[in-house]
C-alpha cells in the first residue's frame, strides 16, 4: 500500500496564506490539531483572515501556520466521501484587504486516529509535551498492517497533526479533481523539519 504524508505548500509567493488564529479558536487550536471531537464546543463560526504578506491565489487547502487542515468546499466534498471519521466547521475567510471571500471554506478535523508508526525503523525525537507523541520526525517507516484496510485518510497517532492518506485517494484530489494548495509526499520522503504540517 502506498502511502502519502499530506504536507501544506508553504512560501510559494503566489499562494495566500493564513498566519493568524481567529480569537474564538485560541486555547482550543490543539483539539483540531490533534484530532479531538469538537463539535460541542464549535457553535459559532469563526473568521480567518489571509496574510497580507503572502500571494493571492486562494487555493482548496489554505496554506496556514496554525496546523490546520483549511478547505474549500470542493475538497470537503471529497474528504466527506472518503474519510471514515471527520468534522467540518464552515468558516469565513477575509483576503488581505478585509474583503469576504465568496468561496465556502471549512476547518476539517479529522477524528481517524491510527497508532502505526514502526519506532524500530524511524528515527524521531519524542515530545517534551506528550510522551506518546513525536516533537520531530527524520525518518518515518509505517507497520501497514496497523492500519484497517477501508481507511483511506488517517491522523498518525505519535504526531496527531501529520494526516496520512493513500495513494488513490491523492491521484483523485490532486490530479483527478485538481485541488491545490498542498502537497502529498511519500511516507519515506517525510521529515517534519522539512516539510510544514
Known sequence: MELYCWVQKMNDPELAEIS???????????????????????LEKMEFQLDPDSGVKITDSIPNTLGLKIVSEKLKLILEETALNIEFFEVDIRDAKGKLVESTYYIA??????ECMDLKKSRYKRSILKESHMGRIDYLAIREKAIEEKISIFRLAEMPRLHILSEKLGIKIKRLEGCTGMDFIGVEDFSSVTYFL
Open 109 to 114: 478535523n479529522l477524528l481517524d486516529v491510527v
Open 20 to 42: 493568524k488564529c481567529s480569537e474564538l479558536l485560541e486555547g482550543r487550536r490543539y483539539n483540531l490539531s490533534w484530532g479531538i471531537q469538537s463539535k460541542d464546543w464549535m
